[in-house]
């Protein structure tokens, strides 16, 4: 018996998810509007807590009074309107210290596995409905059936690996040419090509299809190695839902990347990330003029209701574990 404890711990200690605590910096320029402009908004994605993720000693510099808005899924902003449009570029910048940790679902690959507790989640609907550039017509439907009959899937659980494993195995992480990054399903599923928004439209998508929830979250990738730098683009992932299984993460353009960790990351993210948002077609905290946002990782702003672009830079520095 004794054996048998020392055995169970070691393999809890084994599984225990690793965590990686870091200090954030966001700084977002929004040039001098347009002459004669009459209002500026700028909305900041603000990194939220959850789960997976920690977030402490949040701090904004900022040269005009702003707020923190609170909208769906969780997700969180800044907002400001200065009271007159300013003649000189506005300077936003937001530091905060952030513990992510790996998000592990041992239930992807071991059924028997005790399931995590987790919350029952209210928008179980919204994650099975399109999005713009994710419709769920009858060719999107008939593609995911293929995928799953071909594999012989018959569970949830078991379509959702059919999906992901399709399409690691078939869509390059290519970022070439024109049409990648927007997260068009139409697009991935011709072009057989693109970045993380563009893997995870197919994914997403063919699981909704399916009737299995999946959700998008995006925000910022950090390199492995511990350090300090900045972070030039961003990162977005996928979850799935079984009643069986609870959430299950996957990152199907990292594994696509790294072939040795396609295994792993039908289960897992691992630390070496943060989130900012989660959902797509974006309505903004108040709303913005514009249409929804297909997704929201970068600063927004609108000059008398029109978009303008926003300079921005993302740094990282790791804190060592005491």
Not at 25 to 54: I, M
Not at 156 to 178: C, F, I, M, N, S
């Amino acid at each position: 018996m004794a054996a048998l404890a020392a055995h169970s711990a070691a393999a809890q200690t084994a599984i225990a998810p690793r965590s990686r605590t870091f200090q954030l910096t966001s700084t977002a320029t929004v040039p001098v509007p347009p002459a004669g402009t009459k209002t500026l908004d700028l909305w900041l994605p603000v990194p939220h807590a959850d789960a997976n993720q920690d977030v402490a000693e949040l701090k904004i510099e900022a040269p005009v009074p702003y707020t923190i808005e609170k909208s769906a899924f969780g997700n969180q902003m800044l907002h400001l309107r200065p009271s007159t449009v300013p003649g000189v570029p506005l300077v936003v910048k937001l530091t905060a210290q952030i513990t992510r940790r790996e998000h592990l679902n041992l239930r992807a690959n071991a059924p028997a596995a005790k399931p995590a507790k987790e919350k029952p989640d209210p928008n179980l609907a919204r994650w099975l409905a399109p999005d713009r550039l994710v419709p769920l017509d009858a060719k999107i439907r008939q593609q995911a059936e293929e995928v799953v009959a071909n594999a012989n899937a018959k569970t949830p659980l078991e379509k959702a690996r059919a999906v992901y494993e399709h399409v690691v195995g078939t869509v390059a992480y290519d970022k070439t040419g024109q049409g990648w990054g927007r997260g068009d399903i139409y697009y991935a599923c011709d072009a057989r090509r693109g970045n993380c928004t563009d893997f995870h439209a197919i994914v997403i998508g063919y699981c909704r299809a399916l009737g299995i929830p999946a959700r998008f979250s995006i925000g910022l990738p950090l390199p492995a190695q511990r350090g300090h730098g900045e972070i030039k683009g961003y990162h977005c992932w996928a979850e799935f839902f079984t009643p069986e299984t609870g959430w299950v993460p996957v990152d199907a353009s990292e594994a696509a990347k790294d072939p040795s960790r396609r295994a792993y990351f039908f289960g897992a993210h691992d630390e070496n990330r943060v989130e900012f948002t989660r959902g797509r077609d974006v309505e903004l905290t108040p709303k913005q003029a514009g249409p929804p946002l297909n997704y929201f990782v970068y600063p927004y702003a609108e000059a008398d209701g029109q978009p303008l672009e926003v300079a921005r830079t993302y740094e990282y520095s790791d804190i060592a574990a005491q």
